[in-house]
């Protein structure tokens, strides 16, 4: 029992309606009402000195101390007993994985090194309560009852505290309502926690954003940027933004695009229509057999055995990329890109395969007309859409024509 006017160093464990749940290193747990304008968070170490003690004197009880908090620190050892595992999931180099080109183009900054690829692994599995309060969190968030979904969150960092979207989710709302001292604590913090497992600086490593672990992690940091931003802290929020993208440099949270607005630097794969249509060579790099080493230049013919290995959506991405200065420059729509690239993927599928009969010498004959090969490519992927779409409309009005084919409603006179 603490002893009057003895402190004591605890760890705030949950907060409840009006009072915080905390617990000594020994696991003796009390509620405590720290005041009305107190702001700490779950896993923060309080020291107390103790001014009394209340007992409950009912079954399984919590006791309530009474006292003031002479020292607040956020110390992730005391925050969690058992910290993630960090798991070497393989090596990471760009130029072997991707190719020079590729790699120098994509990974500027990373091409050269061999870097460990570590994944986070949680200490333990969440159970079947942990399942309920999360799916409760959810629905309390859509109901806008958010007072309770923070105790319900509350729940869960008493009982898992290294779940790290929790701290990112309360980091969040406080940033939002401009709360930024609680806001930094828990951005501050879950951060911390994570970190208690990675390597030292001596040892070159990345974390993969597709890992879901990972991603809170990685999600934290950048929070943290974007609150500087809003307290005016661009050079702090620049460091966290950096951090980011060295840590996660194939950027599946999209971090670059961040640092391009802010400095006004350039950095791969950032132009208008990365952002606005589905042509992100990032998001798509770990999905394929053959990653992305290959290239295309509009002015050569691509090699056809690799063209046809080659799926529609993988053409379409290395296609965008050597469309990116003109896409910028011409500040085309999505939806032009999107056209643009597709008529770049049917007039080579085309010329490879040689369908519809003569598209090779068709080509030749614009070539001959004095355009270049990217001009005639584009002329023959026109006339391919043309033909594409006269096809369409004849077999319409077939199937219109057809016996037992319901004629379209007259009109109904005015």
């Known amino acids: 029992m603490p002893l009057i006017n003895s402190i004591v ?36 170490t309080l020291e107390i000195r103790v001014d009394g003690l209340t007992k409950n004197l009912e079954l399984d009880g919590t006791d309530t101390l009474m006292g003031v908090v002479v020292n607040s620190t956020l110390d992730p050892e005391n925050a969690v007993k058992s910290p993630f ?18 790699a120098e183009s994509l990974f500027p900054v990373h091409t050269g090194k061999t870097y460990r690829e570590i994944r986070f692994r949680m200490p333990e599995m969440p159970d079947e309560a942990y399942r309920e309060h999360h799916n409760r969190v959810g629905d309390l968030f859509n109901e806008h009852r958010l007072d309770e979904a923070i105790l319900e969150i509350s729940w869960i960092l008493c009982r898992y505290p290294w779940m790290l979207d929790c701290y990112h989710i309360l980091g969040n709302l406080s940033m939002e309502h401009k709360r930024f001292v609680e806001a930094e604590k828990y951005f501050t913090l879950g951060i911390s926690i994570a970190e208690m497992s990675l390597p030292g600086e001596d040892t070159p490593f990345i974390l993969s954003g597709r890992f879901m672990e990972n991603s809170f992690y990685l999600a934290l940091i950048q929070s943290m940027g974007d609150m500087n931003i809003l307290m005016e802290k661009q050079d702090v929020a620049l460091e966290y933004y950096r951090k980011c993208l060295r840590i996660d440099p194939q950027d599946y949270i999209g971090t670059r695009f961040l640092l391009k607005e802010i400095t006004g630097d350039t950095f791969p794969a950032t132009g208008e229509h990365y952002k606005l249509s589905h042509i992100e060579p990032y998001a798509f790099i770990n999905e394929y057999e053959v990653p992305i080493r290959d290239t295309y230049d509009p002015m050569s013919k691509p090699n056809a055995n690799q063209w046809s290995e080659m799926s529609e959506l993988y053409r379409r991405i290395i296609i965008g990329r050597a469309h990116e200065d003109i896409f910028d420059l011409d500040k085309m729509s999505d939806d032009d890109m999107e056209f643009h690239c597709n008529i770049h993927v049917m007039a080579e599928t085309a010329l490879v395969n040689n369908v519809p009969k003569d598209s090779r010498l068709l080509l030749a004959r614009y070539m001959a007309g004095d355009h270049d090969r990217h001009e005639a490519v584009h002329l023959l992927g026109r006339d391919l859409v043309q033909a594409f779409m006269q096809h369409q409309q004849q077999q319409q009005q077939q199937q219109q024509q057809a016996p037992g084919s319901s004629s379209p409603p007259e009109p109904s006179p005015e």
């Open 9 to 44: 160093k605890t760890v705030l464990k949950q907060q409840l309606k009006g009072k915080l749940l905390i617990e000594e290193a020994d696991g003796s747990r009390y509620e405590y009402d720290p005041g009305p304008d107190h702001i700490f968070i779950e896993g923060e």
């Open 85 to 102: 595992e960090a798991i070497q999931t393989g090596d990471w180099n760009p130029v072997e994985l991707f190719g020079e080109r590729a």
